[in-house]
């Protein structure tokens, strides 16, 4: 759902959520990761 461009028009650029764990440490390339985004929305407290 987070590439369709009326919700997030993410990008799909590291394939799995614990390959996308490093992209922390780069808020500018994590946000638009698709992986990123499902993480934060299904993991954030």
Excluded: C, H, Q, W
Excluded at 10 to 30: H, Q
């Amino acid at each position: 759902m987070t590439p369709f461009d009326d919700t997030f028009s993410s990008k799909d650029t590291i394939g799995t959520m614990r390959k996308s764990l490093p992209l922390a440490s780069n808020p500018e390339e994590a946000r638009f990761n698709a992986d990123s985004i499902t993480g934060y929305v299904l993991y954030v407290d």
